[in-house]
């Protein structure tokens, strides 16, 4: 996670919870509203008892950054929603498939853009997790990026997951003429599914942040796919309730299904310097594979603190390490996690 804009600033010194830090931080949270972020400042052996305050009072630590021998720590003041309605750890499995970009989205959670590092996920690894998911209890996978039609092989990606199960794939749109097109014409119509991320009913908001004629090349790229006869997904990031509203009311006029549509709210990690702070025990998991392991949750594939494990394979193996990470946060989790929509 990049440094986050916090409201207020606690600096511990030498004092834990034993000797008067707590009355600081409950003071300092008292001119709050939920959401906000605090910076408390203090040495390491802080961690511990702050992390069960956290859980036992409904906030939450969002972010943990080393200063020399001391700490930063970030607390978000407020809980979110609660478990209900939450998908069956490990039934759906995301694949980052690879992490550079055509396009550098200043609110992207992984920071992808044309100048990252590919950091692909092995065609070989994709084939093994095609083997593995299905005995493995995944019911569909979503392949994400970056952008993973940059990729020279994504044809054998997609053709490989989709006859393995159901596939779905984030994409911003853009490359899906030309030579990608033909690619198209060699999927599983029934099979697979293409999440496009348009962010706006007209382009000024979505180019601000995806770049200047992403919107019109977008809207290009879902007619493609649908003239390809594939169904399509829209996918929408958006930084307050006004958008939110302006995007519902266009699909209401478009006539697109609720159920093809995914409204999202900006989430303060990688690029982003404004939306929802997200902690890992703030939410649901949803398997993640990336090049360098598991992780919690797709919104946090590259921060150390949605990292489970390093080890992949076999594949049901690091899904149970998920469950078994989850099964802790719940038995200690006083805030309850969420549902953060990716797809």
């Given at each position: ?19 008067g830090l ?37 906030n939450a ?120 097109r033909l ?161």
């Amino acid at each position: 996670m990049g440094s986050l804009r916090y409201r207020v600033e606690v600096r511990a010194g030498d004092r834990d919870f034993s000797t008067g830090l707590l009355n600081d931080l409950l003071e300092a949270l008292q001119g709050l509203t939920d959401g906000d972020l605090l910076s408390l400042h203090g040495p390491a052996r802080l961690g511990p008892d702050l992390d069960r305050w956290a859980r036992f009072t409904g906030n939450a630590i969002v972010e943990v950054m080393p200063e020399g021998e001391t700490r930063r720590f970030l607390v978000r003041k407020g809980a979110l929603r609660s478990y209900d309605q939450a998908p069956v750890v490990g039934s759906r499995l995301w694949l980052y498939t690879n992490f550079d970009c055509n396009l550098a989205c200043d609110y992207c959670c992984v920071r992808s853009s044309p100048r990252a590092e590919p950091r692909a996920l092995p065609l070989e690894d994709v084939q093994r997790v095609a083997a593995e998911a299905p005995g493995a209890g995944v019911r569909e996978l979503l392949l994400t990026g970056g952008e993973p039609f940059l990729r020279s092989d994504i044809d054998q990606v997609l053709q490989v997951c989709a006859r393995a199960l159901p596939t779905t794939v984030l994409t911003n749109g853009l490359l899906f003429a030309g030579k990608r097109r033909l690619t198209l014409r060699t999927l599983p119509r029934d099979r697979v599914v293409f999440q496009i991320s348009l962010d706006s009913p007209t382009p000024a908001l979505h180019d601000r942040h995806r770049g200047e004629g992403s919107w019109e090349r977008a809207r290009a790229g879902i007619a493609i796919a649908r003239e390809e006869g594939f169904r399509v997904r829209l996918a929408s990031t958006v930084a307050d309730a006004e958008a939110e509203g302006d995007f519902q009311a266009f699909i209401e006029r478009e006539g697109i299904p609720e159920e093809d549509c995914v409204l999202r709210r900006v989430a303060l990690r990688g690029f982003a310097e404004e939306g929802v702070a997200l902690s890992r025990s703030d939410l649901v998991p949803e398997v993640t594979l990336t090049r360098e392991g598991v992780y919690w949750h797709p919104v946090g594939a590259t921060d150390p603190d949605f990292f489970v494990s390093a080890q992949r394979f076999p594949l049901a193996e690091a899904i149970e390490a998920v469950k078994l990470a989850f099964a802790e946060e719940r038995r200690f989790a006083t805030s309850l996690a969420s549902v953060f929509r990716c797809a």
